[in-house]
């Protein structure tokens, strides 16, 4: 089944406390995406890349990195995660430039 | 000013009604309009997909694009209980070599038996 796979779901945590999101997709696509979703402020872009080894940032990546060493998987990364972090993540998939978005579930974000 | 405005609802209606969703934005270099469906603690999942002014229709789905006016509409037909999601409008534009798109917040709709 083609799909987008984002680990874990849900996750509590402390600020300052590193961690990473996985994203994995199984499409053999070449871009890919981090999203946030907040109430009132809908998907804002964090990072894409369009190909193994290349990243851009999108629209709100303070405090975010992001690496591609392999096609298949997008992990996101906050170093010193804050509490204006808490969010909904998404990773999104595309095999071409303008082809249909593939969204994962969701990772749901806290930090205390 | 945000770049697509879209009203949050909530949006209640009863079940067979028509349905409508609308979006306006401010960029007119957007050049192609999506419509999203998210279910809850669900990723969004794309509805419409369309590039110029007017109609495309798919079942009970009509999306709608006024460019000359930034203004674009989802009408659902025979509303179902099954179509109470949110739903996000979303706009294209190609730039730097790649496809960005910009999103609504998005219209929470609940159809009721």
């Known amino acids: 089944e083609a799909q987008v796979t984002q680990n874990p779901r849900y996750l509590i945590t402390v600020t300052g406390k590193k961690l990473t999101v996985t994203c994995s997709q199984n499409?053999?696509?070449?871009?890919m995406s981090w999203y946030r979703q907040d109430p009132g402020l809908g998907l804002r872009q964090i990072y894409y890349s369009m190909n193994v080894e290349v990243t851009d940032k999108g629209d709100v990546p303070e405090g975010y990195k992001v690496s591609r060493k392999e096609k298949r998987n997008f992990p996101l990364i906050l170093e010193s995660p804050s509490p204006n972090q808490t969010s909904l993540y998404f990773c999104?998939?595309?095999?071409?430039?303008?082809?249909?978005?593939?969204f994962g579930p969701g990772t749901r974000l806290t930090v205390l | 000013q945000k770049e697509v405005e879209q009203d949050p609802g909530p949006l209640s209606v009863p079940e067979g009604a028509i349905v409508s969703l609308n979006c306006t934005y401010s960029?007119?270099?957007?050049?192609?309009f999506m419509w999203y469906r998210q279910y809850s603690r669900k990723g969004p999942e794309l509805l419409m997909y369309?590039?110029?002014?007017g109609n495309k229709e798919d079942g009970r789905f009509t999306a709608q694009v006024d460019k000359s006016s930034k203004y674009i509409s989802l009408f659902i037909r025979d509303s179902q209980p099954s179509d109470s999601a949110t739903y996000l409008c979303a706009m294209g534009v190609f730039s730097g070599g790649y496809n960005k798109l910009i999103f609504g917040a998005g219209t929470r709709l609940a159809v009721h038996p």
């Open positions: 369309t590039y110029s002014s």
């Open positions: 499409m053999n696509h070449e871009y």
């Open positions: 960029n007119s270099a957007f050049q192609y």
């Open positions: 999104a998939s595309t095999r071409g430039n303008t082809d249909t978005q593939y």
